[in-house]
């Protein structure tokens, strides 16, 4: 289940950045337009106004510096310690590590290759 989530959210993140660049995309797209009519104008008292604009992609900028850090995971997981495990290692010379036998399973419906 966690991994769908994390999935879900990592798809989230990438269409939120995706929009965001785009926006970003069409607001320089924007000051382009108005700089090349700029540009072309002949008339004595020409004028161009892109404040709008550069406040809008200076946000977005300064949105994406602090966005970036949004995916990067928040949780820790701190395990209880074994009480027991600690007292043993202190009053023993020496660590037994036991691990249990190999498990295997059957599986219904499966044959295998050389049968």
Same mark, same amino acid.
């Given at each position: 289940?966690?991994?769908?989530?994390?999935?879900?959210?990592?798809? *989230? $993140?990438?269409?939120?950045?995706?929009?965001?660049? =785009?926006?970003?995309?069409?607001?320089?797209? %924007?000051?382009?337009?108005?700089?090349? &009519?700029?540009?072309?104008?002949? &008339? /004595?008292? &020409?004028?161009?106004?892109? &404040?709008?604009?550069?406040?809008?992609?200076? $946000?977005?900028? =300064?949105?994406?510096?602090?966005?970036?850090?949004? @995916?990067? /995971?928040?949780?820790?997981?701190?395990? @209880? @310690? !074994? %009480?027991? =495990?600690?007292?043993?290692?202190? !009053?023993?010379?020496?660590? *037994?590590?036991?691990? @249990?036998? /190999?498990?295997?399973? !059957? =599986?219904?419906? $499966?044959? /295998?290759? !050389?049968?």
């Amino acid at each position: 289940m966690f991994e769908v989530q994390f999935m879900a959210g990592a798809t *989230v $993140f990438a269409l939120v950045s995706l929009t965001i660049f =785009l926006v970003a995309i069409f607001i320089m797209y %924007r000051i382009g337009v108005k700089l090349y &009519k700029f540009a072309i104008d002949d &008339k /004595p008292e &020409k004028t161009v106004s892109i &404040k709008k604009e550069i406040y809008a992609l200076g $946000f977005i900028i =300064l949105m994406s510096i602090f966005f970036g850090s949004l @995916p990067q /995971p928040k949780i820790s997981i701190d395990t @209880p @310690p !074994n %009480r027991e =495990l600690i007292e043993y290692q202190q !009053n023993a010379d020496e660590i *037994v590590i036991e691990t @249990p036998l /190999p498990r295997t399973e !059957n =599986l219904g419906g $499966f044959t /295998p290759m !050389n049968e």
